[in-house]
């Protein structure tokens, strides 16, 4: 244990040194930004991973049809206007005069080849545009997105859609997305070539990325900001973020740890932003196998079980986790979504009660007295003290007889092993991009298809509840389609196929030097921050 302490010891001292070589960029002019969180972007290629960081990464350099203002309204961006003009096509009108980073034009062209690009198989973002039939090109600014019925939230939905160059795309190699669970190298994956207000100037996986203004942006009008450069760089290490916070080598951290919120407040010249995130933290359940693929349990799945599940859920002292290991930063959850989305209601977002007494004679009732052994997957540098909440979680199902293995590990393995149904019991966070309930439906819920159910990792299906989602997908009228909302929460509640924990509290962390608004998606849009 003493070498181990010596270890820890050197590797963090190590990190602190190596951090300003690290995040000085050669021959800076102007303002530079640093930034630091505790994990990196999971790659460049803006239709691979739909992973919140990542989509960082994509919005400083790529743009979609729809923007996001700083409060987190849809806005204009490379469309001017849109709108239905009948029940199954959407027309974006797009802005003219917009070029990429290689100074190629933006076109209609460059629409269509983004949107089928992001409905491969390979794309993490087709759900997003699951309903889409087609895309056409009216002319050279115009075009039609067709679905596959009604569809009152394509705008929503394909404000997430990035919009990459087809000449460039092809030159590179890179028509399709690159295959993120299986490691695939391609060009897109270090290399950026968007509209967006920032240019990729150098990329090193897990060490640094450098973007670089703009400078023909065409939102610098609206968005006049003064940063020249900005230079991201992971730092896993809690203690070293908040040290090169206070040291001033860094600007901004992300993802400022909840034991130093208040240190950073009391420090001078620094100041903490802190918002509600839509976003809900909660444990993954394998209901759907024959038997766990990670269980001493041989020839059936415990999970199967739903009074197992909920055993499990009344183990689990939530309460306790807000308080001592999130010091008061998370807001409890009894659903997994939060305030913020559409559909989220505050008499669904109610949890089964922490009662270990009741969570025994349930597993007693199931044939599991004596409890079983699982492991359970989690990050460990992805959501606000990840492996801390899977730490307590740990000790809390201990109590009522389950014994959980905890493997945590970085999202970069986290992730594809989640996205190769390799798991049994898992940790995973969820924001919603759409502020819409269907977006977390179809994500986490729905039965597997191709298109859809690409995040459904507990091999749980309910042609029911299928039939709900696509239901409100087409739904033109508000009460019925909010009404299938409600219900459909109700029915994931009571199946207890995801044990709701918290709710995400951000603390964003900065230099009073630097000007920038928290954002309740948790994505940094640097083209409004300034500098003094």
């Not at 391609?186 to 967006?196: C, E, H, I």
């Not at 219900?487 to 509640?493: E, G, L, T, V």
Request: hydrophobic share 40%; charged share 20%.
């Amino acid at each position: 244990m003493a070498k181990f302490r010596i270890k820890a010891a050197l590797l963090a001292g190590a990190l602190t040194l190596a951090l300003p070589l690290v995040a000085a960029p050669a021959f800076a002019q102007g303002k530079v930004l640093r930034w630091a969180s505790q994990g990196d972007y999971l790659t460049m290629d803006p239709h691979s991973q739909n992973e919140g960081l990542t989509r960082t990464g994509s919005f400083q350099t790529y743009e979609g049809l729809v923007g996001y203002s700083a409060d987190l309204k849809f806005v204009p961006a490379l469309a001017t206007s849109w709108k239905a003009v009948n029940d199954t096509t959407w027309e974006f009108k797009l802005r003219q005069g917009v070029k990429f980073h290689d100074g190629a034009d933006f076109t209609a062209d460059d629409v269509v080849f983004s949107v089928k690009r992001a409905q491969h198989a390979n794309s993490d973002f087709k759900t997003y545009i699951a309903s889409v039939k087609d895309v056409k090109k009216i002319d050279s600014h115009t075009v039609h997105v067709e679905t596959n019925g009604a569809n009152p939230i394509l705008p929503n939905q394909i404000a997430n859609i990035f919009i990459m160059s087809k000449a460039w795309s092809e030159k590179n190699n890179v028509v399709n997305p690159q295959s993120y669970k299986d490691k695939e190298e391609t060009f897109a994956v270090r290399n950026t070539n968007g509209t967006g207000p920032f240019m990729l100037k150098t990329r090193e996986q897990d060490v640094r990325t450098v973007v670089a203004k703009n400078p023909t942006w065409w939102g610098l009008k609206d968005n006049p900001h003064n940063i020249d450069e900005i230079v991201y760089t992971p730092v896993t290490t809690p203690a070293t973020r908040v040290a090169a916070l206070l040291s001033g080598q860094l600007d901004f951290v992300l993802d400022v740890p909840v034991q130093d919120v208040e240190r950073v407040k009391r420090s001078q010249g620094l100041q903490v932003k802190k918002t509600n995130e839509i976003r809900s933290i909660f444990l993954g359940l394998d209901v759907g196998s024959p038997e766990l693929k990670y269980s001493d349990v041989k020839g059936k799945n415990p999970l199967a079980d739903k009074r197992v599940r909920q055993a499990m859920y009344h183990a689990i002292d939530m309460q306790a986790i807000a308080q001592k290991v999130m010091r008061g930063d998370a807001v409890v959850a009894g659903m997994i979504t939060s305030p913020g989305v559409h559909g989220y209601s505050a008499a669904i977002d109610k949890r089964l009660p922490y009662d270990p007494n009741k969570a025994k004679a349930l597993l007693k009732d199931a044939g599991y007295a004596n409890g079983f052994g699982i492991r359970l997957d989690c990050s460990n540098d992805r959501y606000v003290n990840d492996e801390g909440v899977c730490q307590a979680v740990v000790g809390m199902l201990a109590q009522v007889g389950i014994k959980v293995d905890l493997a945590a590990q970085s999202k970069t393995l986290h992730f594809p092993k989640l996205q190769k149904k390799d798991t049994s019991f898992f940790l995973l966070g969820w924001g919603v991009p759409t502020f819409d309930s269907h977006y977390v439906f179809s994500y986490l819920v729905q039965t597997p298809d191709g298109k859809n159910g690409s995040w459904n990792f507990t091999n749980y299906s309910n042609p029911k509840l299928d039939a709900m989602f696509n239901g409100m997908l087409s739904e033109l009228d508000i009460a019925k389609r909010d009404k299938l909302i409600a219900d459909s929460w109700n029915i994931i509640n009571d199946e207890v196929i995801y044990i709701p924990l918290h709710h995400q509290v951000l603390n964003w962390a900065m230099s009073e030097k630097l000007d920038m608004p928290i954002i309740a998606d948790n994505v940094p849009r640097f083209h409004f921050a300034k500098m003094k």
